[in-house]
T-cell receptor, first 116, second 116 residues
Framework: GAGVSQSPSNKVTEKGKDVELRCDPI?????LYWYRQSLGQGLEFLIY????????KSGLPSDRFSAERTGGSVSTLTIQRTQQEDSAVYLC????????FGYGYTFGSGTRLTVV | DQQVKQNSPSLSVQEGRISILNCDYT??????FLWYKKYPAEGPTFLIS?????DKNEDGRFTVFLNKSAKHLSLHIVPSQPGDSAVYFC???????????????FGQGTILTVHP
């Protein structure tokens, strides 16, 4: 597609339920990043995938969070047993190669997750 | 541990005047800095960047200044236009042991409102 697609755009879930957030990167982009923005906070790095390399999971806040990237394309971020502090906008970005110059990033519109 | 800080949550400016957005960082390993702009319900988009070997980079109405000794950068928008109203994030990247890697650390964002 032309851009990074994220679904759903909004998700309201009950505390304790599991949620899956999906990211469809730009075709051909080998690097994929997940960030989240909590209220009043900056964008917090969660996880980074680059090609077939092992992902950098150093930003995942707890073991309730996990992410996969199947076939080097679509990625799914899973949050198990959601808590209210998980409420945030979850943003996915992709870039061509793992270059560290962020102008190569294209962000999706995000998934707004609300845990009630 | 907020390594990148934007201490002004909001800024209001008259159309035609200069907008100055500020950003401070603490990690001396950061050597590449970027500004992103974000409209509501959209992902952030890249605006302008600067390498630590420079102290100024200009692109049209946008200029970024870097003061390494003070660990401070600023974004100047001249002249400001109503369409510039958005949230502005500064971000920084560290050369992680020579690995070409795109992980960015973001500030909390500043909401800019440009009044007609």
């Amino acid at each position: 597609g032309a851009g990074v697609s994220q679904s759903p755009s909004n998700k309201v879930t009950e505390k304790g339920k599991d949620v899956e957030l999906r990211c469809d990167p730009i075709s051909g982009h080998t690097a994929l990043y997940w960030y989240r923005q909590s209220l009043g906070q900056g964008l917090e790095f969660l996880i980074y995938f680059q090609g077939n390399s092992a992902p950098d999971k150093s930003g995942l806040p707890s073991d309730r969070f996990s992410a996969e990237r199947t076939g080097g394309s679509v990625s799914t971020l899973t949050i198990q047993r959601t808590q209210q502090e998980d409420s945030a906008v979850y943003l996915c970005a992709s870039s061509q190669g793992g270059g560290r110059f962020g102008y190569g990033y294209t962000f999706g519109s995000g998934t707004r997750l609300t845990v009630v | 541990d907020q390594q990148v800080k934007q201490n002004s949550p909001s800024l209001s400016v008259q159309e035609g005047r200069i907008s100055i957005l500020n950003c401070d960082y603490t990690n001396s390993m950061f050597d590449y800095f970027l500004w992103y702009k974000k409209y509501p319900a959209e992902g952030p988009t890249f605006l302008i960047s600067i390498s630590s070997i420079k102290d100024k980079n200009e692109d049209g109405r946008f200029t970024v200044f870097l003061n390494k000794s003070a660990k401070h950068l600023s974004l100047h928008i001249v002249p400001s236009q109503p369409g510039d109203s958005a949230v502005y994030f500064c971000a920084a990247s560290a050369n992680a042991g020579g690995t070409s890697y795109g992980k960015l650390t973001f500030g909390q964002g500043t909401i800019l409102t440009v009044h007609p």
